[in-house]
Each structure stands twice: as structure tokens, then as C-alpha cells.
């Protein structure tokens, strides 16, 4: 069902807990669903310099977590906002088509981490345009496709 | 690592004597149970036998017994049959909310083809009562379909009561008894019931075969045409192999019935003790007594049922989260919804059942490690820092 | 006493491969494949690359095969689940009057739902032609079924000729392929066919196990609703060791097609020979050269069938008469009626088929055999001394 | 399928053949639903003292051929009009359902060849009444029935 990537990061899940004062929280999905995922970041010259994870879901929605904070670590605020889902997925080794969400999930938590660090500091991002943290049914039409 | 089995209501591993019963149909007594030749009434022969064994474990007679390629069929058939061949008398079905999906999906497409079917609501541990069953019937009601234990939770319902107010207004009984054949005495009359559908790879047997029972009278239609078998009822050519596999589990089944309820009483009570004293936040499911000897259904609040299992699996632990067969869902089982919990609760069930070979040490291990996996989930979980900090 | 089993058509024995193969799925590997633990996974797995086994003999893709409880089930599903979906496009099919009963009697349980069915003629070899197809199509015809190779007297059809037609006329094309299935190489794509259907227990398979080849994006509707097995269309936990076995026969059979052929060629045709050679009033039936490897079906005129082949079966002989799944009917094979026999001829019909174990003793005994029972049976037969004292 | 009692008279069926010069033949059945049987009788002051057969049919209809010459050599005819096609059917030790028409035919075959004998000697006999030798579609009402 699984890659041996995704049981990896499922079982072995990187940077998992919170951060304290974090500059950006983001929350998604809702318990209806059965996953929420919380991302924390803390940004230094608009990079982001930790992060770590809170997630209710399944053993995808672990590993999307897990890997998404692993790509994202590092990396600027713009380029971060340039991961997709599919580079999680990728990342993952792949996932099955009814466990794509979850990936959306894990892009959509980081956006909303960042959007939340961009309202308490008055910033705007081209790639935060268009985004709606509380809008956070978006993935089931994926779901739905895939089926 | 160790492994420990406890999906038994998922399927069964096919116990020995039983295998061993199968293996001379596959190269030796082969034959075409329909061919009048040797090979054919060896096959014949053995295969009478067999229905008369199944009969003998329902209290019925052996010509009520129609041999099926399992329970989906056999549930589809009791119903589309059924409805297509009583359409004089109406075109209403009864059944609940907790079925499962081989009798749900079944009524959706009744419903299509303009059937009328009720959906009883079911009470918090997952009864049906006669009362309900009373104000649901209606004069165009040809069949009330109540399963009798349900896979998930392992509610078994009043039986005889329901079976009595269908007939009192005239409807057709029918069972799912997928989950409780082999794991309770059923004598098909003194339970009213009048079409029972059963799997043989619940009890020990093949997969790929069942049955479906038909008191005599009862007017249906085929779901499979074609050749002469089963009475011309269920055509294609007998799975003498597999049915005689079927017939083997259901005699041992019924003649170890009480140490195997015994069996898994014990342990299944032990399990739940274990995991009520080792975890908190965790909701027990189903009814308290009236229920499958082994079955454990627990809702571990603030996880995921999906994530519990893998981690469960990492540890030679084969369980369940809501049924077999609906896994890679999203949605939480109907069943948990039907009885009321609330979404993210039902999102955190876990299904252990007991078989035959499940041990106290099993028990024991499972427990350990459920304490351990489930903290770890929860310590990423951000519904349970909320809790903990005193949040929300 | 010598034991030649010449019924291959009816049913064959597992081979010992096959058994071995299942075995493990019994005891060890005996898991829903539906389950995410392990031995569900362990299971899944499997039954993929039984798919992709399958898959390959009919050179098909591996996600247009779906598992079944063989050709019966398979042959309901087709017609069954093509006509309740295609309802817009109209309600006609045509099939032929030379098809099993599978097929049969489910265009008689869709005449009473109101489909129009078209039973087409065959000429005295059994055969369907283009033309008369072309001639039967309507603008509603939604689907034509007619069958590979017929299971009484072997004559092939031209599959690729006929699909055209329907495809011609936007109609689907289904065949019944039980007989064909491992005695031709079948090209489902080269052949144009839409839909087939196989059984596991003609090819040295389990019984009970089958497969419906369903082309990408053709729609049908379920037979057997529930679990999401099988992509949601035929639901049902997984029979994991009948799957394997049939898996194992398909890979077996696909293996060894050329050695297969000819090995059942040459005895047929020797054992032909032989019938021809020394029993007189013996009529062939079916396709001189476009038939099934094995089958040997012939007529022995002024004697029954049934008679025939009780006698035989006191020799050890085990043959068949009509298909083995109307035997108990009065009524003479309607394949021998639909290409031209007179009642009398056709009711002392004998289908012999050889398979992979049959050897040339088997076949000469059984020459000899005939020589003497048919000769005992004249000589009770009132027909038989008419012709002898030249009377009537 | 069949009892033993059935497989021993169609492997070894009694009285099989042709009596020359016989007192009374009679022939039922027909080819169309394939059996046809034919028995001939021997008279001798109102006694049957041979009796022959010759059936086409399946194996049911050779063995009730066989075992109703056994019962009704040496009975007075009258005596023979009184045998039922249930007496051949319990001489056989039971036949299946679908089968018992042949024991029928037997008991038509016989009264056929008396038929003839009658005739042909100017007799009448009381268990004769109503019986046409010609009417034998008659049984496969009964086989429908047991259908
Ligand atoms: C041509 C044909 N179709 C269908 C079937 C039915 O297959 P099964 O016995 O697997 O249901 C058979 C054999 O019985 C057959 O020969
Ligand atoms: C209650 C119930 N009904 C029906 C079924 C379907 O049975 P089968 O898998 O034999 O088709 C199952 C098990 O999957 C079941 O638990």
C-alpha cells in the first residue's frame, strides 16, 4: 500500500512537536475529515529556520507531514511557497490516489503557517495570492477524482 | 517479531483438518457434480453430504441450503431475488443503518430500479427493537433484512423478536449471519428466520464460498442463471473443493461451539480490561453483553484509526479500523456514526477480534504495545495538546 | 478397472502445480486483501500479480480483469450488468441459439424485464456467420454475445469477423470463452472483444473462481454489490487461494498452448478415427477442422445417450452427453437441435474431450469399449432392428 | 443416481429380444423424446408365459423394461393389468424424479401388447377401459409434474 519512504517517515516522523513563540502557525483540514495538520515555522531573513508538525491522520498524513517539513526546512519564504503537493508525493515515493489529500493537506498547512506569519508582520506574497487558510475543504475534490 | 493475529472477523486462516478435507477434490474426486458419470456422482454424493453437514449446523433441513460463492452473494441474492420475485405484494424493504455494505450497496441499487427501502436508525450499543421494527413495517413491506451480529462493533440484535413482527405483517425475514454463524447456536426456526446468508471463511473454511438459506416457500428469484445446480437455483458448475472445506468448518464449528465461545470470551474480556486499565480516553463500542464473543471495539480519542493500525502492524499486530472492506476510505464507519459518535471519535476506532488461535500471551502484547503506540500518536497529535493544555 | 476420465470439457482435475501453489493461501497467507496489516497486504499483493498473470494470457491489461466464481457468474454479470447500464442506448441483444445456459437463460430473465433478444441461427456446423449477424443488428442493439467455442460440439466461431460487425454497428461485444480459454490463444484486442469470459476449472484450475475481462471504459453495472473489492464492481472478500490456483493454471496453460494443442489434436483425431473405423450409423458433429482441440462429439445412431453412457462408465469411461449441466433433462442437447438433428439422432449423442493427461491407450480402450456397448444397445434397440430387418 | 437394483438391470437386463409369432406387441413411446419401448407377449389360456422386450431409451427406461417383464411373466393377464408403474418403480428400489416416467412407459408398453392380443382375439378386459395405445404423450405429464 505504502512506499518504504512514506512507512519510513510515518514510523521515524522528522521534526515532529512545536515551537515555541513560533513566527507562523498554520492549522488545516478538520476532524470531520479525520486530518489536521498543524505546522509551526520560525523565520529568520524571510527564511524559514524550523519547523516542526502536529498532525491527526492517518499513516500518510504522518509521512506528508514529516517529509514536507524536510523539504521546507531551510529554505526562503518565496521558495517555500513554491512547494507543491506533487513534490511531496515525490518525496514520498508516491502515494495512492485516495491518500493524494493528504499532500494537499501538507501544502495547504504551510501556506497557511506562512500566511499566518504574514499577517502578524504586514507582509504579502505573490504566492500566498488567491489563498484562503480557512478554506480548508479544497482537498476533497482531489479525493473525489482520484477515486 | 511476534505476530499476532486479531482480525478474525476480517477472515480466518483455514485450520488443518479442513484443508485436509479439501485436497482429494482438487486431483482425485474432481468430477463435475452435474456429470452422471463416476467422477460426477462421487462429486454428487459428496456434495449432498456436505449441504446435509451445513443444514445439521442451522437446525435445518438439508434442501434449504443453497451453496453460494460467499456472503456478498449471498446477501445480494436474498435481497434482489427476494424483491424481484414478490412484487405483487409491494416493494418495501427494512433494513438498518448498520448493515454491512453487501446488504447497503444492495438496497441503493433497489432503490434505483424503484424499490422503497427503510434505513432503521439504531440505538447507542447498536440495537434494533421490535418497537421500532413495528412503527417502521407498512402494508407494501416484503422483506425486513436485520443483520445479526454486526462486523464492527459485534452488537447482536433480538433476533426472534424482529423475526415475529415481520411475519406478524406479513414480510420475509432475512439475516446476515456473516458474523454470528460459528459464534452462536442458530436454529433457523426457532428464530423465525427465513433466508440466512453465511460465509465459510469466517468459521475457519475456504474462501469463495457460502450460503444462503431459503426456508421452503419462500418465492425468489436467481441472481445467477444457467445450469441445472443447486436445484436450479444458483447456477455454475459446485466448488465441490471449497464446499466441502465450508461443510468441514461448519461441523467443527458447531461441535466446539462451547469451548470456542468459552475460548474467546475470556480473552476478549481480558483485552478489554487491559486496554480500559493501561489507556485513557477510550470509548468501549457496541452493546456490553449482547455481543460477538470476540470481538474488541474501542474508539482511541485524538488518533487516527488508519495511523493505529500501521503502527500496530510495525509491531506484528494485525487489527482493524472500522470493516475489512471499507478501508482507503475517508469517511468514518457508518456503523460508529450510527451509533451516535461524534466524527473525530469514530475516526479513532480499532477493531481487535478473537479466534481460535489467539493466545493470553497475544492479549498480553497487545495491550503493551497499544499503551506505548498510542501515546506515541497522541504525543503528535494537536487534538491532544489542546486536551492536555487545557486549551480550547 | 481401468478409470479414463475423456470429460475434460465438463470439468478438469487441478494439477499438482496449482495445488502447491494454493496451499500457502490456506494456512499462512490467508489474509483479507482488503486489510492494511500485513497478511492483508501479503495477500494484496498476490492477487495484483495474479491479475497481471491473468492479464497477460488474454494479452490484456491487468486492470481489466475482474475475479468472479467462475464462467456462470461471469456470463450474468456481462449480459446482466451491460443491458442495466446501457438502458439509453437501447434494450436488444442478440446472441445465438447454441449458447450455454449461463448465457440462456439470463436473455430469458432479461426478456421478462423487457429486453428484446435476438437468438441467431447456426448452419449444421454450428456456425455463425458475419452476414447473418450484419442482418440482426438494430440501431438498439446494445450488446451481441456468442460464444468463443461451443462447449457440446467444439466448433470455433469467427470471433474477430463478428465483433466487427457489432463494433460496425456501435453495439458491444461479449464471449462466453469458458471453452476457449486455454485451448486458443486469445488476443482480446486483435480479436475485438469488449468482454469475456473464463473459468478456472476448464483449464486444470480450482473450481468456483473465474474472471469477467472487461475492456477499458465500457459500462456496466454491478451483480454483486458491497465491499470495494475488484475496484468497487464485484464485491466479495477475495477467494486469495482460488485466485492463485486459477492464476497458476492460466500461466500453466499459456505456457504450454502449442504442446497442449497438439498433444489433444492428435488423440482426438485418433480417437475419431477409430469411432469412424468401427462403430457404423455414426454422425459427427460440429466443425470439421474449426473446433476445439479435445472434443470428439458424435451421434450413435438407434440408442440414447444416457444409456450409452452408463454403459461406458461400467468400462471405467467417463463421457458425457449434451453438457454435463442439463444432464437429468429430458429434452435432447439444444445445440444438436439448432444445427439440424432430428430428435432421435441427437438424443443418442456422446461428447468425448481429451485433456492433458488423456494417453493413446486411453483412447484405444475406449474404441474398443464403444465397439461393444454401442452394439449391446442396438441390439435391445427396437429402432435398430427395423433398419437391420430392413423394415419401416 | 441410480440404485443398485436399477444398474443391475440395465447392465444385465432379463427377457430382452423378440418372441416369434407373438400372441400381443405393443409399442410406446416415441423417438422425439427418446424412448421407445416395445414388449411382446406369449399367451396361453389367459396367462402370460413368456414375455419379451425392446426398449430405446435411457438407462432407467431398460432397467423398468427389464424388471416389469420379471414381475408380469407367468401372471394372468388380468392379473398383469393390475401392475402399476409404482410396483416397477419399488421393484427398482426407487427411481429419481425425472425418471419415473419411464416406469410409466413400461406399465403403457405392456397394456399396449395386451391391447393387441385383445384385439386380435376378439377380448375385452376391464383393466383395459379408456387405455388408447396410441396416446403416449401420456406420461410426460407425469414428468413435468415431478419436474
Ligand atoms: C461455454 C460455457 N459457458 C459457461 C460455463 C459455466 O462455467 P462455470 O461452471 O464455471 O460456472 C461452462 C461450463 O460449465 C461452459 O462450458
Ligand atoms: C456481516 C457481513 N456480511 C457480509 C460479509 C461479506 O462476506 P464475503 O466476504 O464472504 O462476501 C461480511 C464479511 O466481509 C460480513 O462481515
Same mark, same amino acid.
Given at each position: 500500500m505504502y512506499t518504504e519512504i512514506v512507512m519510513d517517515h510515518f514510523m521515524n516522523p522528522r521534526n515532529v512537536g512545536e515551537i515555541e513563540n513560533a513566527d507562523g502557525i498554520g492549522e488545516v483540514g478538520n476532524v470531520k475529515c479525520g486530518d489536521i495538520m498543524r505546522i509551526y515555522i520560525k523565520v529568520e531573513d524571510e527564511k524559514i529556520i524550523d519547523i516542526k508538525f502536529k498532525t491527526f491522520g492517518c499513516g500518510s498524513a504522518i509521512a506528508a507531514s514529516s517529509v514536507a517539513t524536510e523539504i521546507i526546512m531551510g529554505l526562503s519564504i518565496e521558495e517555500a511557497l513554491k512547494v507543491t503537493n506533487k513534490q511531496v508525493v515525490d518525496a514520498l515515493g508516491g502515494l495512492p490516489p485516495v491518500k493524494i489529500h493528504c499532500s494537499v493537506l501538507a501544502e495547504q498547512a504551510l501556506k497557511a503557517a506562512i500566511y499566518d506569519y504574514a499577517t502578524k508582520n504586514g507582509k504579502t506574497y505573490a504566492g500566498l495570492e488567491g489563498f484562503d487558510p480557512h478554506d480548508d475543504h479544497d482537498h476533497h475534490d482531489v479525493v473525489e477524482i482520484e477515486f | 517479531m511476534r505476530k499476532v493475529y486479531l482480525d478474525y472477523s476480517a477472515t480466518t486462516p483455514v485450520k488443518e483438518e479442513v484443508v485436509h478435507e479439501m485436497l482429494p477434490y482438487f486431483t482425485e474426486k474432481f468430477g463435475n457434480a452435474s456429470s452422471i458419470h463416476g467422477f460426477g456422482q462421487e462429486a454428487k454424493r459428496s456434495l449432498e453430504q456436505a449441504r446435509a453437514t451445513v443444514a445439521k449446523t442451522m437446525h435445518a433441513a438439508p434442501d434449504t441450503i443453497y451453496f453460494t460463492a460467499g456472503g456478498s452473494e449471498s446477501d445480494n441474492w436474498a435481497l434482489k431475488g427476494v424483491m424481484s420475485?414478490?412484487?405483487?405484494?409491494?416493494?418495501?424493504?427494512?433494513?438498518?443503518?448498520?448493515?454491512?455494505?453487501?446488504?447497503?450497496?444492495?438496497?441503493?441499487?433497489?432503490?434505483?430500479?424503484?424499490?422503497?427501502?427503510?434505513?432503521?436508525?439504531?440505538?447507542?450499543?447498536?440495537?434494533?427493537?421490535?418497537?421500532?421494527?413495528?412503527?417502521?413495517?407498512?402494508?407494501?413491506?416484503?422483506?425486513?433484512? &436485520?443483520?445479526?451480529?454486526?462486523?464492527?462493533?459485534?452488537?447482536?440484535?433480538?433476533?426472534?423478536?424482529?423475526?415475529?413482527?415481520?411475519?406478524?405483517?406479513?414480510?420475509?425475514?432475512?439475516?446476515?449471519?456473516?458474523?454470528?454463524?460459528?459464534?452462536?447456536?442458530?436454529?433457523?426456526?426457532?428464530?423465525?428466520?427465513?433466508?440466512?446468508?453465511?460465509?465459510?471463511?469466517?468459521?475457519?473454511?475456504?474462501?469463495?464460498?457460502?450460503?444462503?438459506? &431459503?426456508?421452503?416457500?419462500?418465492? &425468489?428469484?436467481?441472481?445467477?442463471?444457467?445450469?441445472?445446480?443447486?436445484?436450479?437455483?444458483?447456477?455454475?458448475?459446485?466448488?465441490?473443493?471449497?464446499?466441502?472445506?465450508?461443510?468441514?468448518?461448519?461441523?467443527?464449528?458447531?461441535?466446539?461451539?462451547?469451548?470456542? &465461545?468459552?475460548?474467546?470470551?475470556?480473552?476478549?474480556?481480558?483485552?478489554?480490561?487491559?486496554?480500559?486499565?493501561?489507556?485513557?480516553?477510550?470509548?468501549?463500542?457496541?452493546?456490553?453483553?449482547?455481543?460477538?464473543?470476540?470481538?474488541?471495539?474501542?474508539?482511541?480519542?485524538?488518533?487516527?484509526?488508519?495511523?493505529?493500525?500501521?503502527?500496530?502492524?510495525?509491531?506484528?499486530?494485525?487489527?482493524?479500523?472500522?470493516?475489512?472492506?471499507?478501508?482507503?476510505?475517508l469517511d468514518p464507519s457508518h456503523v460508529l456514526l450510527a451509533i451516535g459518535l461524534p466524527h473525530e471519535i469514530a475516526h479513532g476506532s480499532l477493531r481487535l477480534t478473537i479466534g481460535d488461535f489467539t493466545t493470553e500471551e497475544d492479549v498480553n502484547y497487545t495491550v503493551e504495545a497499544l499503551k506505548e503506540v498510542v501515546q506515541k500518536l497522541r504525543m503528535m497529535s494537536p487534538l491532544y495538546d489542546k486536551i492536555r493544555g487545557g486549551q480550547k
Open positions: - | 420475485a414478490n412484487k405483487s405484494k409491494g416493494n418495501h424493504i427494512i433494513t438498518t443503518k448498520i448493515e454491512h455494505h453487501a446488504i447497503l450497496h444492495t438496497c441503493e441499487a433497489l432503490e434505483k430500479e424503484g424499490a422503497e427501502v427503510t434505513y432503521m436508525e439504531v440505538d447507542e450499543y447498536g440495537l434494533v427493537t421490535p418497537e421500532a421494527l413495528e412503527a417502521a413495517m407498512r402494508p407494501n413491506t416484503v422483506l425486513v433484512s &436485520i443483520m445479526f451480529i454486526n462486523n464492527e462493533i459485534g452488537t447482536m440484535q433480538p433476533i426472534k423478536a424482529l423475526s415475529e413482527v415481520a411475519h406478524k405483517h406479513g414480510a420475509l425475514f432475512h439475516t446476515d449471519a456473516v458474523q454470528a454463524y460459528g459464534n452462536v447456536d442458530i436454529d433457523v426456526n426457532a428464530y423465525g428466520i427465513d433466508l440466512m446468508s453465511v460465509s465459510s471463511h469466517k468459521i475457519y473454511g475456504p474462501k469463495g464460498v457460502g450460503a444462503l438459506y &431459503i426456508k421452503k416457500g419462500v418465492r &425468489i428469484h436467481n441472481l445467477i442463471e444457467g445450469g441445472a445446480q443447486e436445484k436450479k437455483r444458483r447456477a455454475g458448475t459446485e466448488n465441490i473443493s471449497g464446499i466441502m472445506g465450508f461443510a468441514k468448518a461448519a461441523e467443527l464449528a458447531y461441535a466446539n461451539l462451547e469451548s470456542h &465461545i468459552a475460548h474467546l470470551t475470556k480473552l476478549r474480556d481480558q483485552l478489554l480490561k487491559g486496554i480500559l486499565e493501561n489507556v485513557d480516553f477510550v470509548k468501549h463500542n457496541g452493546h456490553p453483553t449482547l455481543r460477538h464473543p470476540g470481538n474488541v471495539n474501542v474508539c482511541f480519542e485524538f488518533i487516527e484509526g488508519e495511523a493505529l493500525l500501521l503502527s500496530l502492524n510495525a509491531k506484528g499486530i494485525a487489527g482493524s479500523s472500522g470493516s475489512a472492506c471499507t478501508s482507503g476510505s
